[in-house]
Structure formats: structure tokens, C-alpha cells
């Protein structure tokens, strides 16, 4: 691995809520993980597994109880530079009604940007061109309760995009979606990732993440699994025992390879499977 | 219920008012308010009803909208009224057993019902007119105007916002937690008002612990913003007087003055 390329790292990171009364209680039990320039990197686990409170450690909402979190070269418990962190490692949240600070659209867009105190003239043009990038620029200034779930879910990424982040933090920003929200807001990360920003997307359907680079998987706040999705979902055992799903294609393709088919074994989507199955003949 | 309170909703249209700056509503709503409680006699009602009359009109905004606002303080105007018709002692004009009516209390009962009703559909006005950026903006200027108080303008503005910003969705938060708590059989309609206080309670307590929660994930979600408080913030849309600002605050300091003016008709 390029160690330029390192983005965020993690060092025998744990994290306790409460150190004191309950140091054997531990969110993040000794993980160490890179997070590289560019990369669309999923974090799946059950729940309690601490994926939420991973995703807070990355920029420095939580600061690690044991270990160093860095970003490029500044720690997370550096609190002179946290906002260098948090304009460059964004996050959009789980619930989209308790992230919004203003009541109309590009007022809500446009708060981050005001933080970092840049030149209102400045903040028009990055709340234009964010509002652009999610397809929400007819909404700028409807009111931010009368939208759906997944326009809200929208709004809060342009509201992030506003900041000029390099990396994104996705912290189970599907979990409260309809299928169709969800497939937006996973089609805009990846539009995003090809535009060259990282993407970090925690989440706990494994029907979403088929096509990231790489896939971490998290149990009792240890990392059990790292790697590339065709390794990790035709480890099926693993995952059966972290309590995650097998996507349904992985299972049926496994269920069709028991029956006899020969199913090459980097078949994830029901196209390939259309194809592996057209070949057979 | 809390969809009755159109305080701190906006409604957009393209109106004069709509376009002056927060500042000169909010001084202009003080100073009105201010006012009312100085008027003397129906004259000075009178006065204070036909300007907000105009102002209404002008907004451009449907009177019934405005008039809303008013059905969650029937009750209390009610109360007022009736405390203040029956309990002032004076000169009784009307009695049947205990209860009496003075012509004090009746004049009393009077001023107390126009100058609540004046100063809620003002208020509501101002609100209706201003978006809440704006609205908490210009608050935020008009207290850095004031000693001890500059300290904090930013947070008090900060909060004012927030909360506006969470007036609708705890409304829908309040209406999804009764009807659940009617489908498992609550009853919030029958019996007298102390069992209908007490049938609350299952819809207040999640409403909080809820609302406590939002609060916690919201502080979150401005940090991972790089919210840091009034320090190095800038503005979407700074706040900036223009001609019609000026010209604003003539006309309302020449209706105010009008306003004045009626404590010298003698009442009829």
C-alpha cells in the first residue's frame, strides 16, 4: 500500500463510554484500519457492533480512550486543529430531521460553509453547485420539513459538499429510507467517489455495498474481516456468525453451486448471474 | 393542536413586508406592543387595529392564516376576560348571586381582550413575514445593541432559531405519539380537565426523552459542521437597511404617534 495515499489511520484504537466504571466495557476493542485517499471503503456489522461509534472516532467527534486516530499527519485529540479535520472528514447522519439546523433548504446548506466563515458571495456559488450535484436546486427555498426522507437525506449531503470535504462519512445515512431514497443516495456516493472524493459508508445491508473497494467487517467492536466484497461474501460462514446477511444473490449463487451449477465465484449482482447462468449452456 | 401556532412560521409571497429588513419588523412589532399597553380608550384600539389592518393587507398574506395563531390563545383570552369581568371590584352594574359584574371589570375585561388579541396577531404578523434566518439574525444584531445581554446574542439566536426550526417536527412528533398511545386504548377526550391533564402525561414523557435525544444527535451533527459558535461565522445573507427601511420606520413612528395621540379623545 502507498503510504502517501493513507488518508485516515487508526492505531490500536478502543473506546469506552465509561472508563471508569466500566473499563472492560469497550465500544472499539483495539482497532487498527486505514482509510486511503480516494477509496469507497464500507463498514458493515450487527448492531452493537460499533459501527457508530467507529464512524465518530474518524473526525473527532469522539477522541479514543486508548490509541491515535490521525488525519494525514493531525491527531483527532488535537483540539487546535479539529475544524482542518471536520471541513476535510464530513459525516452525514442516520436521521435526516436531526441534522438539519434551518428551517428552508439553502439556509440549511449553506451552514457549514458560514461556519468555516467563508465569503457569502462564495457560500452562494458552493450552495448552488452542491444543490446541483444532489439534484435539489428546485428546492432551494421550500421548506426543509415538507420534503421526503430521501430529499432531506439529499439536502444533508449538499450541506456537506458546501464545506469542500475530501472524505465523507456516511454513517448509516440509508437505515431511515424507502428503496427508492436509498438507491439515490448510494448512486450519489458513488457519482461522488468518481469525482474523487472518499467515501466511508457504514451501514448494515449488504445488498448496498456489492461494488465498494473494500469492505470491513466489525463485530463486538473488533475488526473480524477486511478485504475486497467477492472474498468477503463468499465467506459465508463469517458473516452467518457476525449475524449479517448474505446478499441474496451470494446466497442464491452458493445455493445454485450446492445444486451442481458451476457459478464463478465473483458472480454479486443479478446481472452477472444472468450472464454466468447464459453461459453455462 | 401545536399546528394551530403559526408564531415563528413563515409564509412566503412576494409582499413590501416581506422584503424589509428583520431589524425594522422586530423594533416596529416592540414598539407597537409597547404602545398598546399605553393606549387609553377604544379611540387608541381603534388606531392600533386599523394599522395592523393595513399591515396585514400588505403582506399579501390570507387573513384567515393570520387569524389562525389566535385559536391556541382562545383559552386563555377567555380566562383572562372572565377573571377580570367578574373579580374587579367597582361600581357593580350587574349581579345574580355571587356573581357580579362591575363597570370597572367590564372595562377592564375590554382592554384586556384587544390588547391580547392585537399584540398575538402583530407578533404572528412579524413572524409570518420573516424568515426565520432573517428573524434570528436581526434578533441577534438588535441584542449586541445591548449591554450585558451582547454576550450572548449569538447562543440566544442560535436557540431561537433551533427551536422554531423544531416547531414542526415535534408537532408531527406529538401527533404520532397520541395516536399510538390511542391505539393501545388512552383515552384523552372524556372526563373532567384534572383526568385530561393527567391523560397527558404518557404523550408528554416520550415527547421529552425524544426531544432530548434530537437535541444530542443535533449537537453532534453542527459540531461534525465545524459549528464553533458567533467566532469566525460568516453570513448567507447579511442583514442590510435599505430605503424602504427608512421609509418604514417613518410611517410606523407617525402611526404610533397617531396611536398616542387617541389618549387625548375623551372615551366615549
Redesign the interface.
Known sequence: MDTNKTFIKLENVSYMYDPEEHPDVKAIDGVSLTVNEGEFLAIVGPNGSGKSTLS?LF?G?LTPTEGDVWVYDINTKDDDHI?DI??NV??V?Q?P????????V??DV???????????AE??KR?DESLEAVSMSAYA?R???QLSGGQKQRIAIA??LA?KPRCIIFDESTAMLDPAGREDIIEIMHQLNREGVTIVFITHYMEEITDVDRIVILEKGKVIAEGVPIDIFNQVNMLHRARLDTPEIVWLCSLLRKGGLDIPAETLTGEQLVEALCRLK | MIKDITIGQ?Y?TDSVLHRLDARTKLLSTLAYIIFLFLVKNVWGYLAAFVFLAVCMILSKIPIGYVLRGLKAVVFILCLTVLINLFFTPGDVIWSYGVMKITEQGARMAFNVAFRLLLLISATSLMTLCT???SLTDGMEELMRKVPLVRRYAHELSMMM??A??FI??LS?ETERIMKAQKSRGADFESGNIIRRAKALIPILVPLFVSAF??AS??A?????????GAE???????LHYSKADIVAYCIVILALAGIWATRYIPAP
Not at chain 1, 97 to 104: G, K, P
Request: charged letters at 30%; proline letters at 4%.
Open positions: 465518530k473526525n467527534l475544524t471536520r471541513r464530513a459525516m447522519f436521521n430531521d436531526n441534522q438539519m439546523v434551518a428551517t428552508i439553502e439556509d449553506a451552514f457549514g460553509a458560514e461556519n468555516l466563515g467563508i465569503e457569502p457560500i452562494r450552495i427555498q421548506k426543509l420539513h450541506g456537506v464545506m | 413563515y412566503p424568515d426565520t434566518i432559531s433551533i422554531l426550526r414542526p417536527t408531527d435525544q434530537r444527535e443535533l453532534m451533527a453542527m459540531e461534525a459542521r465545524c459549528y464553533r469566525g461565522r460568516t453570513r448567507l445573507k447579511e
